[in-house]
C-alpha cells in the first residue's frame, strides 16, 4: 500500500524506516555512487530528512520498504534552491503551490511484478491533486527520466549535470496535466484505491472509523 | 476595465499595509472580499512568542487563552509540523473534551466549516492560516474548489507582510529575482505570448511557468500581469 507519512510519524513504523533509509543507502550511494552520507546503522539521510518532510512510501505486504520519495515544500529550505541554481538557470523556485520531490528510490532486487514506480507517480499526483498544488520540482538520477517517460508522465527537464552513473537532473511536473488514466493503467490500481491511501493517510482515525 | 479578482484587490491592500493596525484591517477585509465568516492568522515566532491578527469575537479569543485550548484545539494539533492544507473535517473531532469545546466555539459564533494552512517560516517561525464559515459540505466543497490556491498565497503573504512588520524593513533578502525570472517578465510585459516567451528563452513553457509562478511569489503579486506591472513599477525590468 502506499503510505504519506512525515518524518515525525516514521518511528511508528520501525521496519519501514529502518529499511527505507537502507535502500536509500543503497541506492544513491551503492548504485548511483552520489557523494551522500551514511550513518552508523547504515542509513542515507540529509539535512532535509531533518526537516519533518512528508514522505511517499510504496510498503511491501510484509511491512518494509517498496519505494519512496521525499516531499519538501519550496517556500522553505530545498534542494534544488539550495545545491542546484546552476540547474535551473539560476533561479530560485519559490511558491506555496510549488512542493520538491527529491530521492525517487526503489528497494533493490524486487520482483518486476509490482510496478512500484507508477504506484509513486500516481500517489504524487494525488497528492497534488487533493493539496492543491500546481507543480512538482524534482532532482533526480538522470537514469530515471527512462522510467518516468515510460509511465507516461515525463517532467521537463530544466538541467542536467554532466554525464554518466552520477549524472543528476532536475525537472518539472504540472499536476493540472497528469495523464491519470495512463498512469493508473500502469500502476494497476483504481482511482477509488488511489484515493483511500490518501484518506486513510490524512483523515483522522475517528473519521475513519465512521466512514467503516 | 474589467472586475478586478480578489487576488488582485487582496494584495493591492496588503502592499499598502505598514503597521500591526492595518494588518488586523487587512485580515478583516477578506471576509467580505471572498463571502465567508472568519478568518484567523496566528504565529509563533523564533522566540515563542504569539500574535493573532483575527476575526473570531474578543471574548472568545479571551476565554480560548484563558482556558488554553490550544492545548486541545484538533486546528492547532492537525497542523503543527505539518505544511499541508487540512480541511476540518480532516480532523478527529471525537472526544469529551473536544466536543465540550467545539460546542463553546460554535456559541461564540466559531462557523462548522473550516480550512487551515500550516506555514513554516524562517528559523522555527509557524504560523496558521484559517477561512471559517457557516455553511453545508456541498458549499464548503465548491468555496474550497474555487479559492484554495488563492488562500494558500494569501496565507504565505500574510506571513511575509507579518514578518517584515516584526522586522521594520520590506527588504526580504532572499525575494531578488534572477535574470532568468527579470528575462520572462520582460517578455511577457512586451506582449509575447508564453510560448514566444518560452521559445524565445529556449525553455519548456511548463518551466516558464514555475519562473513566472516564482517570481509572482517573490514580488507577492496576485497573477502574471501584476507581477510585471510590480517589476516595472519597482524598476526591476524596463519595457
Redesign the interface.
Known amino acids: 500500500m502506499i503510505q504519506y507519512l ?1 518524518a ?1 510519524q516514521l518511528a511508528q513504523y520501525p521496519d519501514l524506516r529502518k529499511s527505507m533509509f537502507r535502500d536509500r543507502a543503497a541506492q544513491f550511494s551503492g548504485r548511483l555512487n552520489w557523494d551522500v552520507t551514511l550513518n552508523s546503522e547504515g542509513f542515507e539521510t540529509d539535512e532535509y530528512d531533518a526537516l ?1 518532510p ?1 514522505y511517499v512510501i510504496w510498503q511491501q505486504p510484509d511491512g518494509t520498504h517498496g519505494g519512496s520519495m521525499r516531499f ?5 529550505r530545498v534542494m534544488v534552491n539550495d545545491h542546484f541554481l546552476h540547474l535551473t ?10 512542493w520538491e520531490c527529491t530521492r525517487f528510490c526503489l528497494a533493490p532486487n524486487l520482483p518486476p511484478t509490482t510496478p512500484i514506480s507508477a504506484l509513486l507517480m500516481l500517489a504524487a499526483a494525488e497528492l497534488g491533486r487533493r ?2 498544488l ?2 512538482a ?1 524534482g532532482v533526480f538520477d538522470s537514469h530515471m527520466v527512462r522510467v518516468y517517460k515510460s509511465i507516461g508522465w515525463e517532467p ?1 527537464i ?1 538541467g542536467q549535470s554532466e554525464s554518466g552513473r552520477s549524472a543528476i537532473s532536475v525537472g ?1 511536473w ?1 499536476f493540472a496535466s497528469a495523464p491519470l488514466a495512463t498512469i493508473r493503467a500502469k500502476a494497476q490500481v483504481s482511482p477509488q484505491i488511489a484515493q483511500k491511501w490518501f484518506d486513510q493517510a ?6 475513519r472509523r465512521k466512514a467503516g | 476595465m474589467g472586475m478586478q479578482s480578489k487576488m488582485a484587490t487582496f494584495v493591492e491592500r496588503m502592499h499598502e499595509v505598514t503597521n500591526f493596525d492595518q494588518f488586523q484591517h487587512l485580515v478583516e477585509g477578506l471576509r467580505s472580499l471572498y463571502q465567508v465568516e472568519h478568518f484567523v492568522y496566528h504565529s509563533i515566532n523564533s522566540a515563542g512568542e504569539p500574535y493573532a491578527a483575527l476575526t473570531y469575537d474578543i471574548d472568545w479569543v479571551d476565554h480560548y487563552i484563558d482556558r488554553d485550548f490550544g492545548r486541545i484545539d484538533p486546528v492547532v494539533l492537525g497542523c503543527f509540523q505539518r505544511f499541508h492544507p487540512v480541511d476540518w473535517k480532516q480532523l478527529d473531532w471525537s472526544g469529551k473534551a473536544v466536543k465540550s469545546f467545539l460546542h463553546e466555539a460554535s456559541d461564540a459564533g466559531v462557523g462548522n466549516q473550516g480550512f487551515s494552512i500550516p506555514i513554516r517560516g524562517p528559523s522555527g517561525q509557524f504560523a496558521l492560516f484559517t477561512v471559517n464559515h457557516r455553511c453545508s459540505d456541498a458549499q464548503w466543497a465548491k468555496f474550497a474548489a474555487e479559492n484554495v490556491q488563492d488562500l494558500l498565497l494569501i496565507a504565505h503573504y500574510l506571513n511575509q507582510k507579518a514578518l517584515e512588520l516584526e522586522r521594520g524593513t520590506d527588504a526580504l533578502p532572499n525575494q531578488m529575482l534572477s535574470p532568468r525570472e527579470l528575462d520572462a517578465l520582460t517578455l511577457l510585459g512586451l506582449g509575447n505570448s508564453r510560448a514566444h516567451a518560452a521559445e524565445n528563452l529556449k525553455i519548456s513553457e511548463h518551466t516558464l511557468r514555475v519562473y513566472i509562478e516564482s517570481a509572482r511569489f517573490k514580488l507577492g503579486a496576485a497573477n502574471t500581469t501584476h507581477a510585471v506591472a510590480l517589476a516595472m513599477s519597482r524598476g526591476n525590468i524596463i519595457v
Open positions: 512525515y515525525d519533518n512528508l519538501l515544500p519550496t517556500t522553505g538557470d539560476g533561479v530560485t523556485i519559490t511558491s506555496p503551490l510549488i493539496f492543491h500546481a507543480h520540482v521537463d530544466l518539472i504540472e490524512f483523515q483522522s482515525p475517528d473519521i
